[in-house]
Each structure stands twice: as C-alpha cells, then as structure tokens.
C-alpha cells in the first residue's frame, strides 16, 4: 500500500518545486503506515531522509489490506470489492502488528553516528521513537491512490543507493547531490512567441562535473514549450499559441559524475500576463 510515505519521498527527489529549498523549509510530515511489505521497504527509505523533514509523528495505521481486529472476534466485510471478495468477512486481515517500526528505529540508531557525518540535521532514533503512536487499527480506514511517478524512478533509486552509502562511508568516499540554479529565478513573464534564455549555474561539494537536461513539463502547465540546450544555457520558445494566464512549467535537471549518479532539480514557470 502506498500512500503518505511514498509521497513523501516523491517530494524530495521527483518534485522540482521542492528539491533543493527543503534544508531552508522543512516539511512538517506525519507518516502513516499499514505495515506493508512495501511501506516497511518505503519506511527504510524514508529514515535515510528525515534530515530532510520535521517529521511530527509516525503512526501505524489500518487499510483494505491489513487491519488488527477489535480483540473480540467482531468481524468485517470490507466495502471494498476486491478485499471482500478475496478475503471476504473476517474477525482480523493480515495484520503485522505494530513493533516493526520500533524495530527500524533500532537499527537506524546504529547508522545514525555515520549519516550525521553526512548531514548533521538527521534526528536521533530516540527523537524517532518518541513519535511513534498506534492510529486506528482496528478495522478497515484509510484508503490508499495511485499516483504515474515513473519519470522518477530511475534518480529516486540512484538517491536512495547513495544515502544506503551514508551509513557506512565516511564524507569523502560517498557521493552528494549537487546544487542547481537558474541565474533569472523560477519565476519569468513572458510574451507570446518569445523566446527566454535560462542561464543554469551548478556546484558539487564533492567536485564531479554537472550536465544538464532541460524539458518542458506540459501536463503541469498550459501545454509545451520548445527549448534548445546547449551545455548550461537553454532557450525556451513560447508558443504563438500561447494566450493570456498560460503558464509555461520547464524542468531545469543538474546530474553530478559521481557514483551513484545524483539529480537535483529547479522548475521554472513562465508566465503570460
């Protein structure tokens, strides 16, 4: 079940209007979790990135997959289709019980020395631990969404490889994400049919070179843009088309030569007063 803490970790590496200003503005998240198998994959991931957030709770949580029971043998139909006809009524379903959070604690608080040589804002395990509360489990509750994020798997694993490195590695043998800025801002008027430059800067803390990608993101805006690259400076062409209130959503991607590659991102929305 995917629900908050795949969004979550969405936010820091698929979302470009967020990347880079989360160490300035930290999201205040709560977590929610049915215990999943893929949530506790999820949960794993999300620990190596609570340097990111103000993490305010992490709460075990029921689903249409997994719920505990009220203890005495009261049993359930579920509402949903495929959960009723699979599994029909039942006094419990699939519950995995509500210590596996504490237990990916503990095994964080050993790794926490080492990801503080990466990053001194990771949380203490004991801080962790002291959020952790049971929700509603009983029965069935929360109902998970699907969201297309496939544009983001391939950095969202290379990210996720490099801080499993941060807890082993010293600073100077692992890699770090770069950071990336667009010289005029991430927010540009424009007018119909004209054409901006966008002028990229990047800096690596480890020293690996940068190279840039630059594409227009259509569906979050009013329609595509054409641009030309050339190294670090890009050329958007505004549609003739383009009509009063358009917005216009261009993706400025910096990817570092270090190993596990790592991608950082700036969005930059033209607008068409």
């Known amino acids: 079940m995917r629900h908050l803490i795949f969004t979550v970790f969405i936010l820091i590496v698929g979302n470009p209007a967020i990347g880079q200003q989360m160490q300035m503005d930290k999201k205040r998240t709560i977590v929610t979790t049915d215990g999943e198998i893929d949530d506790v ?13 103000e993490t305010e709770g992490l709460i075990y949580s029921s689903s249409m997959w997994h719920w505990k029971g009220d203890g005495k043998g009261t049993t359930m139909l579920s509402e ?35 990801l503080l040589l990466h990053d001194k804002n990771y949380p203490s395990a004991e801080a962790l631990l002291k959020l952790v509360k049971v929700g509603n489990i009983d029965f069935e509750g929360e109902l998970d969404k699907s969201y297309p994020q496939t544009r983001w798997i391939k950095p969202i694993q290379l990210d996720f490889a490099a801080r499993a490195d941060w807890c082993i590695k010293s600073f100077e043998e692992a890699n770090h994400p770069p950071k990336i800025k667009v010289v005029h801002g991430n927010a540009i008027s424009a007018d119909v049919g004209e054409t901006i430059t966008l002028d990229i800067l990047g800096e690596d803390v480890d020293g690996d070179s940068l190279y840039f990608k630059v594409w227009s993101y259509a569906e979050a805006g009013d329609g595509p843009a054409s641009i030309d690259l050339k ?36 969005r930059v929305i033209i607008s068409i007063p």
């Not at 994959?41 to 957030?53: C, M, Q």
């Not at 596996?100 to 604690?105: K, R, V």
């Not at 062409?237 to 383009?242: D, E, F, G, L």
Request: charged share 25%; proline share 5%; hydrophobic share 35%.
């Open 231 to 266: 190294t670090d400076i890009a050329s958007v062409q505004i549609p003739k088309s383009a009509q009063s209130g358009n917005e216009y959503h261009i993706i400025v991607e910096g990817t570092d030569t270090g190993f596990p590659a790592l991608t950082r991102y700036q």
């Open 80 to 114: 949903m289709e495929m959960t009723k006809n699979i599994y029909g009524e039942r006094s419990e379903l699939r519950w995995p019980g509500t210590s596996w959070i504490q237990e990916l604690l503990a095994e964080y608080e050993k790794v926490h020395p080492n």
């Open 41 to 53: 994959d999820t949960f794993i991931r999300f620990l190596l990135y609570t340097n990111e957030f």
